[in-house]
């Protein structure tokens, strides 16, 4: 039999048993993430608050309208992007950065990449308990004593609410940044090396190597680690959650973290969410985003 | 020494000193959790930190067989882990099987959607799901918790596989059709083999991900369903943190998922980027 009738031949068995093989897989998906959904938005169209109960009623778009005015939200709304934006703009500045570096370095490659293992497997929730206590506890932490040692003064980290900015940012850069660095590392030892013996010879200094070849070459790969780690960021919850629970008072509260507080410190379901869905819909625009550069690439 | 070797040794010695710095500032916090699990409560407190102390054990001996202690934490986060483990493997294979090398219908808007939904933050899944579980009374349960990790756990998994199945080479399957094997004996006989080290990858990172969930675990277990990630804070109260404990504590409940990783590190990048590129260094 030639290979385009043996083709049409298995055609259609081949299409019912690809059906039978994917289905179950759809079907749950279908069940447990897109049902939850729907009853989400449901419940975002109900005032449903469980400190009192049997009150549950239909108010249509009245969370959404309340949410417009609530100044809260917007502080949220405004930090989930400062958050967003800054770590996943170190992240890559650095992780870049760390992957030419490492990349200069004959020997030992291998230690790197073992240690950028290390912050990149932990439970997020574990990391911020670790930062908060070993890290950033006034007088014991290390951040601490090396900011006395330099004469620089104890500091309450995470009880100011600039510093409590600033050390919540850093802990998701700092456990997210080796992912970036192995990802470039990737990238960049994937690109053909003739290029750059080329350049070599033409005498481009390292700058120039890096700026017109280098860089170029791995957009592709920026474009999708930027993405990727923004639907990460836009979902981050448990190391901010262990290192500052969103205080003080509501400084390091992100729209997660909000919706979050919302809905079960103050049992205010339905309002808590109308919250997460405008988180959900945040995340799918990024992640429309991701579906158009992956058709392009 | 010519001009040029001096200037290539000065700058091969900052190179070194700016890696070592980085290395240093990735280690700390566990080096840090390393050395206070092994001081006293007394010593932990002390000022400056030390580095020169009697170690102990006890800490560790303490989170383990302590009043306290996160033997059945370590089982729950087990539990879990396996069963949503299990479960997603069973169900993703097949699928991904069929999304990589089958006709199947639909198959660009099903894929799509199965990516989307990798997306779906978990606080919009976990505000249904608390009423969900509270009505069918699955709050505080094994099943339940394992359910609602299929959610991230599945689509994750689905997509990682498609990138693998990709790869295999097409020839051998072939081969078994003609001989007459049916479409299931080529998948299990012939393509299940071959896939193996990619099923091992996922098995990993699923594993992974379902031992440090915390937040669905924090709001959707309870008394009888405590993985370890939540009961870290039970070294953790108003009145005072237990540095020692603590830092013992999660260093055991830590220790499983940092040997995976570093048997896994050749797989990390695409292990961790599921879906979003078509075979992304898979070196």
């Known amino acids: 039999m030639k290979p385009a009738e043996r083709l049409a031949f298995a055609e259609r068995p081949e299409r019912r048993f690809a059906l039978a093989m994917a289905a179950p897989g759809v079907l749950v998906l279908i069940v447990t993430t897109t049902l939850p959904l729907l009853y989400l938005i449901w419940q975002s169209m109900h005032n449903i608050n469980l400190a009192m109960p049997g009150m549950d009623r239909f108010m249509g778009l009245e969370n959404y309208e309340r949410m417009w005015g609530d100044e809260r939200f917007w502080a949220a709304f405004g930090f989930t992007l400062i958050y967003t934006g800054s770590t996943v703009a170190m992240q890559l500045v650095i992780g870049l950065a760390m992957a030419l570096l490492i990349l200069r370095i004959p020997r030992a490659q291998w230690v790197f990449r073992i240690a950028a293992i290390l912050p990149i497997v932990l439970a997020p929730v574990v990391v911020g308990l670790f930062w908060r206590s070993l890290m950033l506890t006034p007088d014991f932490g290390i951040v601490d004593f090396a900011s006395r040692s330099l004469g620089l003064g104890s500091h309450n980290w995470l009880g100011d609410p600039v510093l409590a900015r600033v050390s919540v940012i850093v802990i998701h850069t700092w456990q997210w940044t080796p992912f970036v660095f192995l990802y470039m590392l990737a990238a960049i030892a994937a690109l053909p090396s003739d290029l750059f013996e080329a350049a070599r010879i033409d005498r481009a200094n390292a700058w120039r190597r890096f700026r017109y070849i280098t860089l170029p070459l791995i957009r592709p790969a920026i474009i999708v680690v930027v993405i990727l780690r923004m639907t990460v960021a836009l979902s981050a919850f448990a190391a901010i959650y262990a290192a500052t629970g969103g205080g003080p008072g509501t400084v390091t509260e992100i729209i997660n973290l909000y919706a979050y507080r919302v809905s079960f410190a103050e049992l205010s379901l339905g309002y808590g969410a109308a919250v997460a869905v405008v988180l959900l819909a945040l995340t799918m625009l990024v992640a429309a985003l991701l579906f158009r550069v992956r058709r392009e690439a | 020494m010519r001009p ?20 240093t500032v990735w280690a700390v916090p566990v080096l840090l959790a390393v050395l206070t699990s092994l001081k006293n409560e007394k010593e932990v407190l002390a000022y400056p930190p030390s580095l020169l102390f009697e170690p102990t054990l006890k800490s560790f001996v303490t989170v383990l067989t302590g009043p306290t202690n996160i033997l059945p934490n370590l089982t729950s986060s087990l539990i879990v882990a396996i069963g949503t483990t299990l479960l997603t493997i069973i169900i993703a294979v097949p699928a991904a099987y069929a999304f990589a090398r089958l006709k199947l219908p639909g198959k660009k808007p099903a894929g799509f959607y199965v990516l989307a939904t990798q997306l779906v933050p978990p606080i919009g899944l976990i505000i249904p799901y608390f009423l969900i579980l509270n009505k069918i009374g699955w709050m505080d349960s094994y099943q339940g918790l394992i359910v609602v990790y299929l959610t991230f756990s599945l689509p994750f998994a689905i997509w990682l596989l498609v990138s693998y199945f990709e790869d295999i080479p097409r020839e051998m399957e072939e081969a078994a059709l003609l001989d007459r094997a049916s479409r299931w004996q080529a998948f299990w006989h012939v393509v299940l083999p ?90």
Do not use: C, D
């Open chain 2, 194 to 283: 071959q896939a193996r080290g990619a099923i091992a990858v996922t098995v990993t990172f699923v594993f992974l991900n379902a031992w440090n969930e915390f937040l669905f675990a924090v709001v959707l277990g309870g008394a009888t369903v405590k993985p370890v990630t939540v009961a870290m804070y039970n070294y953790i109260n108003t009145e005072q943190t237990l540095w020692a404990q603590l830092s013992a504590a999660a260093l055991v409940a830590m220790f499983p998922v940092i040997v995976l990783g570093i048997l896994a590190q050749k797989h990390i990048v695409s292990g961790l980027s599921a879906g979003a590129v078509k075979g992304t260094g898979r070196r």
């Open chain 2, 4 to 23: 040029g070797a001096a200037l290539n040794a000065v700058r091969g010695g900052v190179l070194m000193l700016a890696a070592a710095t980085l290395l």
